[in-house]
T-cell receptor, first 111, second 114 residues
């Protein structure tokens, strides 16, 4: 049974810092992993989908890595901005047709 | 392309009532999944439909049901509402479905049960 954990649960940093969000999963037999962003009271916005064959995926200031052997993924945010404040969720396949989500990391970027 | 749309956006219901939520996927997407999000349990999978067939169901009581129409639009129904059903209900669409497929989420329906 897939379980996904995200650490830390909350993170507050000053604007301009580079930061790393962590995600771990128990079933390493996955072919990809997804990172999402959620603003308060809103739906999920897909940020990155990283295939197991890629190991890394980049979009603008975001970079996600995936290490199946260790059951870990990281989301790196460069030069953070106040607009990056949101909850970040990672999700791994949990068997047929479904995603298993972590509890999220609530990120606050202070101006 | 228009994104995933969900209606209504907000609902207030009383315990014991039933409710129907609607989801319209991105044009061309044939898979629709539903998730429940609560502060305590986070995001939990409800069910997934593909070409009008339910392919997978999460660990929720039978009060939660759904269906998908031939145009891929989906509805979920919750009968005999309980206070614990208060949550944000999110639907997601993808081309072919499957847990590893790129999922696109709608804005959600916020259900409050009083």
């Amino acid at each position: 049974k897939q379980e996904v954990t995200q650490i830390p649960a909350a993170l507050s940093v000053p604007e301009g810092e580079n930061l790393v969000l962590n995600c771990s999963f128990t079933d390493s037999a996955i072919y990809n992993l997804q990172w999402f962003r959620q603003d308060p009271g809103k739906g999920l916005t897909s940020l990155l989908l990283i295939q197991s064959s890629q190991r890394e995926q980049t979009s603008g200031r975001l970079n996600a890595s995936l290490d199946k052997s260790s059951g870990r993924s990281t989301l790196y945010i460069a030069a953070s901005q106040p607009g990056d404040s949101a909850t970040y969720l990672c999700a791994a396949p949990g068997g047929a047709q479904k995603l298993v989500f972590g509890q999220g990391t609530r990120l606050t970027i202070n101006p | 392309k228009a994104g995933v749309t969900q209606t209504p956006r907000y609902l207030i219901k009383t315990r014991g009532q039933q409710v129907t939520l609607s989801c319209s996927p991105i044009s061309g997407h044939r898979s629709v999944s539903w998730y429940q999000q609560t502060p305590g349990q986070g995001l939990q999978f409800l069910f997934e439909y593909f070409s009008e067939t339910q392919r997978n169901k999460g660990n929720f009581p039978g009060r939660f049901s759904g269906r998908q129409f031939s145009n891929s639009r989906s509805e979920m129904n919750v009968s005999t509402l309980e206070l614990g059903d208060s949550a944000l209900y999110l639907c997601a669409s993808s081309l072919e479905g499957g847990g590893g497929a790129q999922q696109y989420f709608g804005p959600g329906t916020r259900l409050t049960v009083t």
